[in-house]
């Protein structure tokens, strides 16, 4: 099979031929008809994944849709042929976390496209388990952004933040994330405000349900939010950028009581916390990280029953994942280019 390698950070990957996985007993291979680009990807390929997690060479993605081509001895319930989407978590089913539902969390977590090689690949291997059929007429160009893009905003929003009907929630940040997180955030009743610094992703959360948009690079988000809420502030902020800038723009945006769920992350700059502000308003923080298989098999029906619509911004084919990789670093693009083999 041909896989790309990351040798070294920094750098092209190298399309290079690879020895065909062989599966194991409870495992299957996938051959790989559309890998989502996430912007984890351009973390891993720049370094700023630890070494502890990431070992080079590595073969990078982790949203990935395609189709079974072999199946371990012990596998019965995944047939060849098959098409779906993979849930690239994978968990040790015996821990504290696995036992009480929260296999995203798992102490012993390897994932594909971080500790073992993902997607930007012909062929995968991957535990049966990992895998999530779908109805057969779903696009898998579509399909292939769910597992992260979707069910992380999924989880953020549904578990992470509870939200509830009538709630007012605050999108920070507007790419692949963001754009699924307003629909969701509206499937459940809420009043969105979508923040982001360009016009053209904030057109987007307008044509996706947004209430309110704020051009946070024209206008204070939170001087606008409290205007918008009449100083109050919101319910909940998912924070899809997470870094030192976005933290002070959307923490000052939280109601008294109010939860800022963080998803996404700058692994180099830290973002200080003023206690006594914490403590005044009694605001929750917590992480949020992309979801459980159940919540997977739950966006996937939300999907098939139209509730929620998959928004991929650009087709690639799959050879030209580094021109991808590029494409985010200079922040050109809105959402999710999705590889196609
Ligand atoms: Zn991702
Ligand atoms: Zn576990």
Partial sequence: MKAFLLREYNHKMSLEEREDPVPGPTEIILRVRACGVCGTDLKIISGKIPPSIVTLPHTPGHEIAGEVVAIG??????KIGQRGIVYFYIACKDCEMCRTGKENVCFSIK???FELPGGFSELVR???YNFCPFDEEKPLTEMAVLPDAVATSYHAL???ADVKAGQDVMIMGIGGLGIHAIQIAKLMGARVFAVARREEPLQLATEQGADFVINSSEESSSKKVMELTKGRGVDVVIENVGSAQSMSWSLPCLKRRGRLVI???DPLNPYPLNPMEMHYNEWILCGSRVSTKQELLEVIDLVERG?????VYKL?????ANEAIDELKSRRGIGRTVLTF
């Fill in 73 to 78: 001895s012990a596998v019965t319930d995944v």
């Fill in 316 to 320: 690639l084919p799959w050879e030209k």
């Fill in 263 to 265: 998803v996404g992350y």
């Fill in 307 to 311: 509730r929620i619509k998959p928004i």
């Fill in 126 to 128: 991957l535990p049966a």
């Fill in 111 to 113: 994932r594909l496209g």
């Fill in 158 to 160: 549904k578990t992470m």
